[in-house]
């Protein structure tokens, strides 16, 4: 167990529809990142938060947003679905503490969004 | 353009080989993680590296970081099914904590 928690574990829509995946970090970790994963492809970075703030952004979708709250958990919304958005979708999470302390990432389980 | 990029991208041997999968950049990182993935869930963190040429040894597997701290390598000895998996590896660069992942490396030990 990683630390890191991510609801629902599945998630089946509609084309049009919007959902949200919810994630939170382990305890103390104050970054996390958004990942898609399609079928038989690696992992693809959509956006990273710290403390709040966006700090880096990836292959992200206009479709898509996300962002952290106060208390550090996140949520990636996913709006105007396409059946190209079926995937998993990770959260990982790291202390982010600065470009001097060398950093891990631990990911969640994952969510599975299909797509109907 | 992909930062890392891991060879082979498949892999498929039989109980009991050894093999070795690397990871490439012509990028400089701070660390490097190894993760393994089994279907359907999250990577699983194996090990992290940060010294260049540190080696480190986790049961049959023994991970390598570049001199230049620009390319790792997986090495497993005595293959098990229970190995079976993606094997990702990951750099860190200092700016801000960000990460880059590798193509993956699908591995299929066959009993």
């Known amino acids: 167990d990683s630390g890191v928690t991510q609801t629902p574990k599945h998630l089946i829509t509609a084309t049009g529809q919007r959902v949200t995946l919810r994630c939170s970090p382990r305890s103390g970790d104050l970054s996390v990142y958004w990942y898609q994963q399609s079928l038989d492809q690696g992992l693809q970075f959509l956006i990273q938060?710290?403390?709040?703030?966006?700090?880096a952004k990836g292959n992200i979708l206009e479709r898509f947003s996300a962002q952290q709250f106060p208390d550090l958990h996140s949520e990636l919304n996913l709006s105007s679905l396409e059946l190209g958005d079926s995937a998993l979708y990770f959260c990982?999470?790291?202390?982010?503490?600065?470009?001097?302390?060398?950093?891990?990432?631990?990911f969640g389980p994952g969510t599975r969004l299909t797509v109907l | 353009t992909q930062l890392l990029e891991q060879s082979p991208q498949f892999l498929s041997i039989q109980e009991g080989e050894n093999l070795t999968v690397y990871c490439n950049s012509s990028?400089?990182?701070?660390?490097l993680q190894w993760y393994r993935q089994e279907p359907g869930e999250g990577p699983v963190l194996l090990v992290t590296v940060v010294t260049g040429g540190e080696v480190k040894k986790l049961k049959r597997l023994t991970f390598q970081f570049g001199d230049a701290r620009k390319d790792s390598s997986l090495h497993i000895t005595a293959a098990q099914p229970g190995d079976t998996g993606l094997y990702l590896c990951a750099g860190e660069k200092n700016t801000g904590n960000q990460f880059y992942f590798g193509t993956g490396t699908s591995l299929t030990v066959i009993p």
């Open positions: 938060y710290y403390n709040g703030e966006e700090r």
């Open positions: 990028s400089v990182f701070s660390s």
């Open positions: 990982a999470s790291s202390v982010g503490r600065g470009a001097t302390f060398v950093d891990t990432q631990y």
